[in-house]
């Protein structure tokens, strides 16, 4: 198996990811941590990426709709071809305006493709350019129209704390901000309100248990003597323990698989 860096391509965001490689089969793709600005984010699609990619029903070549619904492969040249008669009947009857073009996700994502559709609506004559900005946040678009922008760089959101997160707090953990929020009639429940991935769930139980922790055991779990819980081929590992409120934490160990 190989890790190779690359750039998740399935949205504008264009996360920075790790590839693990088998031959030809993509095995996982996770975020890349040295990748400063990302902080090793990836969202489920781009996680998803290797279920996508080797999934049978993947659309490998176009395909045209007949009128019953079902569909048949079309080559690109015959598709252009009937897409430009159409388009040509729909501007003869109602203008150019009557053409929109929409740069979303699979076009942001391809770089040629924005510069083509801005082209091609130009060739045309149609101002009717959409894109998420302009149906789902024309907000932001418009706020910096009016206020024009900061240059200064972005805020790290630690600062922001006291304007966003009033009541409660914000923990710069590296990698990752935690925000934590006060509820005044929160009761502790049985489940983990939250876990950490750690290199070794053994050292860390021991180190716990050194300043005091006791792990919690669970009936039927069958924890060892440290109240770590061990998966049947013993990679992964997990252990639980109460905050001083009641509520349950974890940490956990994935063999093969790097904590951060
Ligand atoms: S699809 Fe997800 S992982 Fe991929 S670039 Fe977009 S936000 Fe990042």
Redesign the pocket.
């Known amino acids: 198996m190989e890790r190779r860096p690359f750039v998740?391509?399935?949205?504008?965001?264009?996360?920075p990811?790790i590839v693990t490689l088998e031959g030809e089969q993509v095995i996982r793709v996770e975020g890349d941590y040295a990748a400063p600005l990302y902080r090793g984010?990836?969202?489920p699609?781009?996680?998803a990426i290797p279920q996508e990619h080797h999934n049978p029903r993947r659309l490998l070549h176009s395909l045209k709709r007949l009128p019953d619904g079902t569909h048949v492969p079309i080559s690109s040249e015959a598709l252009v071809e009937e897409i430009a008669v159409r388009l040509r009947r729909i501007i003869d009857a109602r203008g150019p305006a009557a053409v929109a073009g929409f740069i979303g996700t699979p076009i942001a994502a391809q770089p040629a493709s924005r510069v083509m559709l801005l082209s091609f609506m130009a060739a045309i004559g149609s101002r009717m350019i959409f894109s998420p900005m302009t149906i789902d946040q024309p907000g932001l678009v418009i706020a910096e129209a009016l206020h024009g922008m900061w240059q200064g760089g972005r805020m790290h959101p630690v600062q922001w704390d006291t304007l966003l997160w009033p009541h409660g707090d914000t923990i710069d953990m590296g990698r990752s901000l935690l925000h934590l929020t006060r509820m005044a009639d929160h009761q502790p429940g049985p489940h983990p309100v939250f876990g950490w991935e750690v290199p070794d769930v053994v050292d860390v139980v021991e180190a716990l248990k050194a300043k005091g922790v006791a792990m919690i055991v669970y009936d039927g779990m069958g924890q060892d003597a440290l109240g770590v819980w061990s998966s049947p081929d013993g990679e992964t590992k997990l252990a639980w323990f109460p905050d001083p409120d009641g509520n349950v934490l974890s940490i956990s160990s994935h063999a093969g698989r790097a904590a951060h």
């Not at 998740?8 to 996360?15: E, F, L, P, T, Y």
């Open positions: 998740c391509r399935n949205c504008g965001a264009s996360c990811v984010y990836t969202c699609k781009g996680r």
